[in-house]
T-cell receptor, first 112, second 114 residues
């Protein structure tokens, strides 16, 4: 089955700096890679995703990159703000109602 | 996206009892998923529920412990049976919207077993 590794487990950045979270996956059949943000006491919220036919996707301050050859994908948050503080999960799936496998999570702290 | 609600939002239960968690979606969806998230941990899929058929359970999860119902396209329940303190977790339901790969999560049910 799919295995998703995520690093780092914790990340502290100064407000305004960038944050990068990296994930690797094992199953070459995976073709859909979502990222979730989970705030304390809430369910995970889908913030951005990327499919295997695309190498990069941006949405305002958030971007995701995918290297299918190396089976790596990363989340980049620029100009971080205190409200970005949360736990972020990467995930991988072969899509179409298939199982989503989650990474272990990264606790991001943005220091004002 | 889909709007998902769960009941109860939290509960404290005695060892040996059972709790049924409800998940309601604001639109019809084909697949619903139940996850467990232990404190400070990632999400682990318990089972996938398709309307009109038996749920499909992941390795390590069995129907006798986690029976699931899926009576229609907007509703599902997960029961945690014969609870022990090890069942203390957040239980989350999610849905995939119309086969477009995107999964959306409910707010979760925080269960404490004493």
């Amino acid at each position: 089955g799919e295995n998703v590794e995520q690093h780092p487990s914790t990340l502290s950045v100064q407000e305004g700096d960038s944050a990068v979270i990296k994930c690797t996956y094992s199953d070459s059949a995976s073709n859909y890679f979502p990222w979730y943000k989970q705030e304390l006491g809430k369910g995970p919220q889908l913030i951005i995703d990327i499919r295997s036919n695309v190498g990069e996707k941006k949405d305002q301050r958030i971007a995701v990159t995918l290297n299918k050859t190396a089976k790596h994908f990363s989340l980049h948050i620029t100009e971080t703000q205190p409200e970005d503080s949360a736990v972020y999960f990467c995930a991988a799936s072969s899509g179409g109602y298939q199982k989503v496998t989650f990474g272990t999570g990264t606790k991001l702290q943005v220091i004002p | 996206s889909a709007v998902i609600s769960q009941k109860p939002s939290r509960d404290i239960c005695q060892r040996g009892t059972s709790l049924t968690i409800q998940c309601q979606v604001d639109s019809q969806v084909t697949m619903m998923f139940w996850y467990r998230q232990q404190p400070g941990q990632s999400l682990t899929l318990i089972a996938t529920a398709n309307q009109g058929s038996e749920a499909t359970y992941e390795s390590g999860f069995v129907i006798d412990k986690f029976p699931i119902s899926r009576p229609n396209l907007t509703f599902s329940t997960l029961t945690v049976s014969n609870m022990s303190p090890e069942d203390s977790s957040i239980y989350l339901c999610s849905v995939e919207g119309q086969g477009n790969y995107e999964q959306y999560f409910g707010p979760g049910t925080r269960l404490t077993v004493t």
